[in-house]
């Protein structure tokens, strides 16, 4: 270990030279008057001694102050290291006390950041807990709400059975729909860092992506388009699989909120040398303020009742925020209640 003893050193350096001082001074006041020395051997006498006693008075109240301080000191670590080892007792134990001080705080603060991180997430998955529990409940009951109708008596009318039926399929679908996203998050979750990359032409993307969900599109009258004509293809870096799911899922979301007759509309466009910017833009009903700060949230709906009539899993937004993420870029969101949303992307432009 390494220790630092500046401040003791000063302090036991004026310790001891006030002591040298006070016994030189009685010595030579004693051999004075009492002791008949020659000149020249009290010089000498008076000489020896007061090195002696520098010397001695220097090592004593230095081993003196170490000791007391040290100890003290190295309690104080060693109560509070149990806490983090990583922290404190990696560190060399320091007698200055105003370093101590600093230590300490900075000790303190850091496990301060610690407990209110670990508060955060403990809410937070009480609050997904209870939204996965809320959302696999309903369509459970309702899978087993039809079941049990259908083995009271009501399957032998086959009009009742085969619509009851049909509804079962609807909430099984939806369990399915559910967990395949869980299970998706955990995915990206765990390979986070380790997505494999390629380089692919992002308007052909979002033209299939247009062409999978046109007909969901034309249920509401929502036009899909890009906000101009791109005549060239625009080379990007990434998972190819991984960005048309967030394609699809932001597109999804604008139809899903989108209003009949409305429009979701594309734009791609650098912004920086190595940078391009994907812009989904609609004239849906829009975010309330309040809602955007927890919109990529698990589970959270901005709308309880409408989202869930409308279907998903509630996890989109969730998966959508991982997958950029994963490719260490941003997504960003842009919102006015009632005129429409904004979601844009950044993404690496292809390396030739």
């Not at 100890?71 to 320091?94: A, C, G, H, W």
């Amino acid at each position: 270990m390494n220790f630092n003893f500046k401040k003791t050193y000063k302090f036991a350096l004026v310790s001891a030279l006030y002591i040298t001082l006070f016994a030189t001074g009685f010595v030579c006041l004693l051999g004075y008057f009492f002791v008949k020395f020659e000149t020249n051997n009290l010089i000498l006498i008076t000489l020896i001694f007061s090195i002696s006693i520098y010397v001695f008075a220097l090592f004593m109240m230095q081993y003196r102050t170490e000791k007391f301080i040290y100890q003290r000191v190295k309690k104080l670590y060693e109560e509070i290291s149990f806490l983090d080892t990583n922290s404190m007792l990696n560190r060399p134990i320091n007698s200055d006390l105003s370093q101590i001080t600093t230590q300490v705080q900075q000790f303190a603060t850091e496990k301060k950041r610690e407990i209110e991180t670990l508060n955060d997430r403990e809410e937070f998955r009480r609050e997904f807990l209870g939204n996965v529990s809320h959302e696999l409940k309903t369509p459970l009951f309702t899978v087993q709400g039809y079941i049990s109708t259908l083995l009271d008596g009501a399957m032998k009318d086959k009009v009742i059975r085969k619509k009851y039926l049909e509804r079962a399929e609807k909430g099984v679908e939806r369990l399915i729909y559910i967990v395949e996203d869980l299970d998706t998050i955990a995915k990206l979750e765990i390979s986070e860092g380790r997505i494999e990359m390629t380089n692919f032409d992002i308007i052909n993307l979002i033209q299939g992506v247009f062409d999978l969900l046109e007909m969901k599109a034309n249920k509401k009258e929502i036009m899909l388009s890009f906000d101009s004509k791109y005549h060239k293809p625009i080379m990007v870096l990434g998972n190819y699989e991984k960005i048309q799911q967030v394609v699809t899922n932001l597109v999804e979301n604008s139809i899903k909120y989108g209003k009949i007759g409305g429009s979701t509309e594309i734009g791609v466009e650098e912004v920086i040398s190595s940078k391009i910017l994907i812009n989904i833009k609609d004239n849906g009903e829009g975010i309330e303020k309040q809602n955007i700060s927890r919109l990529f949230e698990r589970f959270y709906r901005v709308d309880k009742s409408g989202a869930r009539s409308e279907g998903g899993s509630g996890l989109g937004l969730a998966i959508v925020k991982h997958i950029i993420e994963a490719h260490n870029e941003r997504i960003y969101v842009e919102s006015k209640f009632g005129f429409g949303s904004e979601f844009s992307f950044t993404l690496q432009k292809a390396i030739n």
